[in-house]
């Protein structure tokens, strides 16, 4: 496979390599976060309890039903005291947010980072998915937001990934008004329904040339209030070349969102080590970030297995919910 060394023009991953569905049949994602109240459950409930739906009206029985449930238009009509019971939501909503700004349409091993970043999103709607969970995607570009409404099923997750594959490509030095704080800000803002959020990116930032851990980038904030009411898995993609400089003598380093040009001379031992010390200290920087936020941390690199590197994550992943998820000591389910 050739390397994307220029501006791609289609999409470098088809749709029916995306995820396979075999290698991922025995693997489901764990929702480590899934309380009862905090996070809505695996479909729509028969029985009462925390939820959104409204469910039938009954009499207000006084110390065991809170008087904020009650119901005024039943009241004033019987004259006599009515609750409103909601119904349990057993279903969960799973909205991903794909960064496709000029900086993922880098790849030098035969895959872009927007393309990989699908790809993550592809693994993870089909380890999610359980009947009637519903997935959403929010497409961010400099200059617009697009959302695709979610769904439940594998034709709805299919059509997903067909429109994101399909998304025109971001030409270099587009701008807009939107960076990854924005986009983050407008998830949590738009898509007030607790669930898991899937955040798709390379976590860089024009202009952003800070390597202190210590220094905050500007979307931590937004990811850690999204954080807040939602459980959030960040899918950090990396080209192997961004973190491994190769010698190959002068090297152009152009920023495709900014001005930025530089001629580097990569067969220096020197310069090659300072630039790998450099990418190391601004992914150490990403990776405390998102732990700083709250957030679940996977990195991906456009040469390895994404597929092997999700699932190995889901185990891990896996093994901290049933721990999180035992009771106390003592004290039987």
């Known amino acids: 496979m050739r390397s994307v060394l220029a501006e791609p023009t289609t999409a470098t991953i088809p749709l029916n390599k995306l995820a396979p569905e075999a290698a991922l049949r025995r693997l489901e994602l764990t929702i480590v976060r899934r309380l009862e109240g905090f996070l809505h459950g695996d479909h729509q409930g028969l029985l ?14 006084p110390g065991q039903d809170d008087v904020r449930k009650i119901d005024w238009a039943v009241t004033a009509r019987t004259t006599v005291p009515y609750v409103r019971d909601t119904v349990a939501d057993r279903e969960l909503e799973i909205w991903a947010l794909l960064d496709v700004t ?18 993550a999103v592809a693994t993870i709607g089909f380890l999610s998915q359980k009947m009637g969970d519903r997935f959403g995607g929010l497409i961010m570009r400099p200059d ?63 202009g952003d040339f800070e390597l202190d851990p210590n220094v905050e ?58 630039m790998d ?10 990776r405390v970030a998102l732990r700083r936020a709250g957030a679940a941390h996977i990195q991906l690199r456009t040469d390895s297995d994404w597929v092997h590197d999700i699932a190995r994550f889901v185990m891990a992943y896996r093994r901290t919910a049933v721990m999180l998820h035992q009771p106390p000591s003592g004290v039987s389910r």
């Open 48 to 61: 009462p309890g925390p939820g959104s739906e409204a469910s039938d009206a009954r009499e207000y029985v």
């Open 277 to 286: 010390a450099a990418s190391a200290a601004q992914r150490e920087r990403i």
């Open 102 to 119: 000029p900086s993922m349409n880098w790849g030098t091993e035969g895959v872009t980072k927007r393309d990989l970043g699908i790809a």
């Open 217 to 274: 980038p500007e979307w931590e904030r937004p990811l850690r209030r999204l954080a807040v009411r939602n459980q959030v898995l960040a899918v950090e993609v990396v080209d192997r070349h961004e973190v491994e400089f190769a010698d190959v003598g002068d090297l152009l380093i152009r920023d495709p969102e900014t001005s930025f040009e530089r001629y580097v001379n990569t067969s220096d031992p020197a310069a090659r080590e300072r």
């Open 144 to 206: 617009s937001m697009k959302r695709l409404p979610a769904q439940s099923g594998r034709t709805a997750l299919y059509a997903l990934l067909r429109r994101m594959l399909t998304e025109p490509i971001v030409s270099d030095h587009t701008t807009g008004p939107f960076s990854l704080a924005a986009g983050i800000e407008r998830l949590r803002r738009t898509e007030r329904r607790r669930g898991l959020r899937l955040i798709v990116s390379d976590f860089l930032t024009p």
